[in-house]
């Protein structure tokens, strides 16, 4: 078997951006049919101890944030070069983190026509941010860079309690030290 190949990583800052979290560290997607998979969305989760058992309701709404160093491997994911899979795929939002903006890439949000409801590879903005919108990697079963989705979304999980989720500052965070480490 041959290694796979090496990740290219999207120069940020100036520098290469290391993964917030190693792509073999990403949990797997679940295996098997899933019992509990409904097109519609069922009024409550059938079980909560199961965690997430794929119902979308996040993906369908509101796309997670990236960390540094993540995108890279959604590109190598789906055979992209890191600034064709921006431009394609993803948008630069932003928000106010210790009295600075800071920016970060997010899947774009489908239209309910199944178009970017924002041109790719473009910031959005304040309106775009309010807009529930389907990220563009969902299938209509999961994601189709489950091993590699965006930290906020592995993170995330809609039957625990909204403080045990990552929230938008904290990937800001992320991306305001890594653009720290960087400064001359
Ligand atoms: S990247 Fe994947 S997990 Fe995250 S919102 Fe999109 S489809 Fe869902």
New binding site residues.
Partial sequence: MTDPKPVQRLKIFGREQPASRPAEDAPGPESGDNPYWSAEEPDEHPDPSLGCIRR?L??KS???WYGPGELEQ?AQALGMQPDEFVRKFLVIDGIEFEEKRVEVFA?VKLDRFGKPAWQPGTRVDALYRTLRG??????GH?????QA??I???R?LCTQPAEQNMSHLEVAALWAGAAESDAP
């Fill in positions: 979308g996040c993906c509101s796309p997670g959604s899947p389907v990220c563009v990697f969902y299938d999961g994601c189709k860079i489950y989705r965006p906020e979304c592995a995330y």
